[in-house]
């Protein structure tokens, strides 16, 4: 009989043991025994992963519209046009005006009416846009995402880099969190939100194409984050976000033939619009560095003929007397290959280096030059630049008889003229004054004063009174695709003296 108890006592123990190593425990209760198993759920099949995958991807979309949505506003600008009212632009021909206006071109007052989106980035009512959503508006609205509307007051704008802020009296309001732009990174999952063609409250989903665009030719200072989210006519102005709800862009223009998005938008990074909105707000205006330097960028003949075996730089044609540049002894031919430690690989980059370099700042500058790379210590100037608050005109030379207008890229596209042309254009001559007799006219581009460049009206301006109008001041234009010269000739009695 012990025989046989100490036999079950080995077959028990041995049956246990026999179970620990094929990973299983026997347990018992008082009232039960139950097997429980290392691994009891079957392992999924690749179609139930890849559905868990897109499910989540999705819960992330739906918490990011939840999220962003009610931050999200539609903003409706209105301004008023005279009658007469052609703006800027370059003369089109009476013709043109008096068969689709009639004699005097048009006759009768109207309202032209805007519509783009904005983002609240703060509890007091500030609102992130595109300036050119609310460019020369006489009345700004927004509507929030439940209707309710609002007058806004435009805080400041910055037409170059496309941006404005504007502030509504508003309470219990959802501001979107700004996020790290830098911290973006080309493939990652983006959403642009905002109101295209009038559909509020609209998101479309993509990647980050690219970064750091800055050859588009939008604005005059540019650093694109490119997506292919879908960015509409409408959506000007609304937050571009990453997967936690970030706003990590404001949504600016697409690349299209047709007007509608063909994969190619760009929008503003969030880092930049956060430093320009703060300079706006504190300041009425926005505070950027300045080198004094004419410049261009470096193509391969030009690196040959200086003997630069770099790829990428920017070639210094002229650098201006008394300015930053000039102090710490940059020459003509010096070739920036680095600014502040960031290597240089084109002009727009340069300058928007610059510019956001805030005046004051000592900055390491690598020139190469002379076949040698040679250091330079600037400390940087402040731009020229007017107050946002209320945009100073442009200049206007009225004793002479003309009305200018610094010549952008966009008012260049306007008049069909290659956007690299530097100059200003004439806007307005009044008849029988000295300008009309040089023999200017409208949509002529001024190149030069005495010989010396022109590249903005205010330039012109001081180029005009130091010249002596009594001998004659001698400008150079551009007509079409010819250039020629002319002379402002003013009698003494003309001017007063």
């Known amino acids: 009989m012990n025989r046989i108890r100490r036999s079950l006592t080995a077959l028990v123990i041995g ?3 026999a179970a ?19 691994d009891p759920t079957p392992a999924a099949t690749p179609t139930e992963r890849a559905l868990s995958a897109a499910q989540d991807l999705s819960a992330a979309f739906e918490n990011i519209a939840t999220t962003i949505q009610p931050s999200v506003v539609s903003i409706r600008s209105a301004r008023r046009v005279r009658a007469n009212q052609r703006g800027d632009l370059p003369d089109l021909g009476g013709e043109f005006f008096e068969r689709f206006f009639g004699p005097g071109g048009g006759g009768r007052d109207y309202e032209a009416r805007g519509l783009g989106s904005g983002v609240i980035v703060a509890a007091d009512g500030t609102i992130l846009t595109n300036n050119h959503v609310v460019d020369q508006a006489d009345e700004v609205t927004v509507i929030m995402s439940d209707d309710t509307e609002y007058t806004a007051k435009v805080v400041g704008t910055d037409p170059k880099t496309d941006l404005a802020v504007l502030r509504i009296d508003a309470k219990n309001l959802k501001p979107a969190k700004l996020g790290d732009s830098d911290a ?8 642009a939100v905002g109101n295209p063609f009038g559909l509020s ?8 194409s690219a970064k750091g665009r800055n050859d588009v030719r939008i604005a005059e200072y540019e650093d694109f984050i490119q997506t292919d989210a879908a960015i509409n006519p409408g959506n000007s102005g609304g937050p571009l976000v990453n997967l936690r709800g970030e706003v990590v862009g404001i949504n600016t223009a697409i690349m299209s033939r047709t007007g509608g998005g063909m994969g190619i938008g760009f ?3 969030a880092n930049m619009a956060q430093s320009i909105m703060t300079s706006l707000i504190k300041e009425g205006r926005v505070v950027r560095g300045w080198l004094g330097v004419e410049i261009q960028d470096v193509n391969a003949d030009l690196a040959s003929s200086l003997d630069y ?9 002229n650098v201006v007397s008394g300015s930053p540049a000039a102090r710490a002894g940059m020459r003509a031919d010096d070739i920036i290959v680095s600014f502040d430690g960031k290597k240089v690989a084109n002009v727009t980059e340069l300058r928007s280096l610059v510019a956001a370099t805030r ?3 000592k900055t390491d500058v690598e020139v190469w030059r002379d076949r040698a790379s040679k250091a330079l210590r600037i400390e940087v100037d402040e731009a020229e630049t007017a107050s946002n608050e209320h945009p100073a005109a442009e200049p206007e030379v009225s004793d002479l008889g003309v009305g200018v207008r610094t010549l952008t890229p ?4 306007r008049a069909g003229l290659d956007e690299e042309v530097a100059g200003v254009m004439v806007t307005e001559v009044e008849p029988l004054s000295t300008a009309s007799r040089a023999g200017l006219a409208r949509g002529d581009i001024i190149l030069s004063v005495q010989g010396q460049p022109v590249s903005s009206a205010r330039e012109f301006e001081s180029a005009v009174d130091k010249g002596d109008l009594e001998q004659g001041v001698r400008l150079q234009i551009r007509r079409g695709e010819a250039r020629r010269s002319l002379v402002l000739r003013q009698p003494k009695s003309d001017h007063g003296g």
């Not at 409250?201 to 980050?208: D, Q």
């Not at 075996?309 to 044609?317: A, F, I, R, Y």
């Open 15 to 17: 049956a246990a043991g």
């Open 20 to 38: 620990l190593a094929l990973g299983a425990v026997t347990t018992f209760t008082p009232d039960t025994a139950s097997t429980v198993h290392a």
């Open 184 to 191: 973006l990174r080309v493939g990652e999952w983006v959403v």
């Open 201 to 208: 409250s609209s998101i479309s989903a993509g990647i980050v």
């Open 267 to 269: 929008a503003i990074p």
């Open 309 to 317: 075996t770099g790829k990428t730089g920017v070639l210094v044609n």
């Open 359 to 361: 005046p004051g700042t």
């Open 410 to 413: 966009e008012l260049a596209r």
